[in-house]
């Protein structure tokens, strides 16, 4: 079952659109922004877990186990908010079918939505190259939706995972539209859309091609935040300005910093310059020594979803949010409207070309 979108505001220039989501008696407005409940205003609360095979036994056989998970669970949810449970199987290989009926069981019961669990480790199997990386995941998708489709009352959010290789993405979203799925979580895992425009280009085309762009949205979760060179104070928030290359709504980084073993060391001997804070004036993160890690996540959460709304509110009165982008310096610096607006016309202009080139023969 599909959540039911209505596009609202679509940006002339970029991929930023305003879609209000309706499901389970509520509605979602974005661009948005996920919160947690620690954050100061609630819409969509993100809830994320790791489970991995060894805990999946752990639960199955044993009552106290389960009961213990669903309660932490359960005191992260926000009563008056949207609540997405996100689940990371960390398994190698392919749940047996009890063992995905447990996973199914615990993403659904606390969740508004039933969202497929990631699953990078069976994606990165060795053992999983080729066609058979290709019958992993299907496989995956297949006992998944078997389980989830017996009991289902929730729209289902498919997972594009980013070391799917473009030439399977068409091949993986006609599976999805089979599947009456039109909306799309993205699991960065550490790493950045914005770093990587070709590979969103593919989604993005193919979703126009099956006209179901407007049927859905794209969450991006996991998303990396940028990296700092050397010794600079700032850098371009790269997990924010990927909302223009068509991301709708913007979840969070739950995965710890990709660091190498020199900046471990760094570290430990006291040459860490803090945390970084989104600023909201310039789009980059700033190093703020004087706050802990997790007082500046929570902060970057705050920051990013106000900044978002009053995104919103410049789409609802302009034809395009390029003008007040401009407004911050680090788009400037780094050409990012320029590369969003690109971006679009090579989405759509060469569908538009192909097909007159079909219709004139």
């Known amino acids: 079952m599909r959540f039911r979108v209505q596009v609202k505001e679509v ?29 100061q205003l609630h819409e969509l609360n993100e809830i994320y877990h790791e489970v991995s095979s060894d805990r999946i036994q752990e639960i199955k056989t044993n009552s106290t186990n389960e009961r213990l998970f669903n309660q932490k669970i359960q005191k992260e949810r926000v009563n008056e908010a949207i609540n997405f449970v996100f689940l990371r199987y960390t398994g190698e290989t392919v749940p047996l079918p009890d063992d995905m009926e447990t996973l199914v069981d615990l ?53 594009i995972p980013h070391q799917m290789p473009r030439t ?35 989604i993005q085309r193919t979703l126009y091609k099956l006209n179901i762009l407007d049927e859905g949205f794209i969450y991006d979760i996991n998303s990396e935040q940028g990296k ?86 410049v789409l609802k009165e302009e034809s395009s949010v390029t003008n007040y982008l401009h407004t911050k310096e680090l788009i400037e610096t780094h050409r990012v409207t320029e590369k969003a607006r690109d971006f679009k016309k090579e989405v759509f202009e060469r569908l538009t070309s192909q097909s007159t080139l079909f219709d004139a023969e």
């Open 11 to 39: 940006d002339d220039e970029l991929l930023t659109r305003m879609l209000d989501i309706h499901f389970q008696g509520k509605t979602l407005r974005s661009p948005l922004k996920a919160t947690n409940k620690s954050a």
């Open 107 to 159: 993403q659904y019961a606390y969740s508004d939505a039933a969202i497929i669990p990631s699953c990078p480790s069976l994606l990165k199997n060795q053992d999983n190259v080729g066609t058979a990386f290709w019958d992993s995941f299907i496989s995956y998708l297949d006992l998944y939706l078997q389980i989830v489709e017996t009991l289902n009352k929730k729209s289902v959010i498919g997972l």
């Open 168 to 202: 399977l993405i068409p091949s993986l979203l006609e599976y999805y539209q089979a599947h009456d799925i039109t909306s799309f979580i993205i699991d960065s895992s550490g790493s950045s859309l914005y770093s990587n425009p070709s590979w969103v280009r593919i």
């Open 228 to 313: 700092f060179l050397k010794n600079a104070d700032v850098v371009l928030a790269k997990d924010f300005v990927g909302l223009s290359f068509g991301v709708d709504i913007l979840g969070n980084l739950h995965l710890g910093p990709r660091l190498s073993a020199d900046a471990w060391n760094k570290i430990k001997m006291g040459s860490y310059r803090g945390p970084r804070v989104f600023d909201p004036e310039t789009y980059g993160y700033v190093r703020v020594p004087a706050l802990t890690r997790e007082v500046a996540n929570l902060e970057n959460i705050n920051r990013q979803y106000r900044e978002l709304i009053k995104i919103q509110s």
